[in-house]
Every structure is written in C-alpha cells, then in structure tokens.
C-alpha cells in the first residue's frame, strides 16, 4: 500500500495532498462572495442612449488637437495679414512714382536676393 492511497491504514491528516479535495474547498469559497459586491454592467436601453467609453475619450482628445492645431496655424497667417511687409515707409510713394497708372510691372533685380 502507498501512503496516499485511500484504503491506507494511515489516519487522514497524514495522507499526501489530493487536488480534487482543494478544487472543491476554492469553489465552496467562492461561493461565499467574501463580502464583496460584482456589479452588474449597464446595457443601453435604446440605439440612441450609449455608454461614455474610451471611444468617446479618443475622439475629444482628437477633436481637442486638431483645434488646437488650425488655432496655432491661423496665428502666423493672421500675423501675415496685419503686418506691414513693405521695406520700408517710402515704398508706396516710390512705387507710385515709378508706376503712376499701375500698367507697368515693375522687374527687381534678383542678385540683390542672393538668387
């Protein structure tokens, strides 16, 4: 006879560990919830109804950014709009000397650009 068998002669609390025997004490304890309370997952009741998800989340975030993006664009074109590119305060009064009527182009000498 081994010591761990069943017909052993042995009393029981010094036969050899039986799995089946814990199995059955793990789920007698599960059983009793131990206090703690599993709350059940709301369903939307209808299509329309839904449930605030990492989805939802994502796509704040998403719609934030790209807000925040047009926002940082539209600040140098606007910038570009109300600044005063000219060179200097007599371009206007030269060009209009120049070019009176506004018929003639006038053509800049590109070496002075470094082109």
């Not at 002669?9 to 059955?24: G, L, Y």
């Not at 919830?33 to 109804?49: D, H, V, Y």
């Amino acid at each position: 006879l081994k010591p761990g068998d069943p017909s052993s002669t042995e009393p029981r609390s010094f036969r050899s560990f039986d799995p089946a025997m814990a199995m059955r004490g793990a789920l007698s304890l599960s059983r009793l919830n131990l206090g703690k309370q599993i709350e059940l997952p709301t369903f939307t009741k209808s299509r329309f109804a839904r449930r605030w998800n990492m989805v939802d989340e994502d796509r704040v975030k998403w719609y934030n950014w790209n807000l925040a993006c047009i926002a940082l664009t539209a600040v140098p074109c606007l910038w570009m709009y109300t600044v005063n590119y000219r060179t200097s305060e007599e371009t206007a009064i030269l060009i209009r000397t120049l070019n009176p009527t506004g018929t003639e182009k006038i053509k800049y000498d590109l070496k002075l650009y470094g082109s």
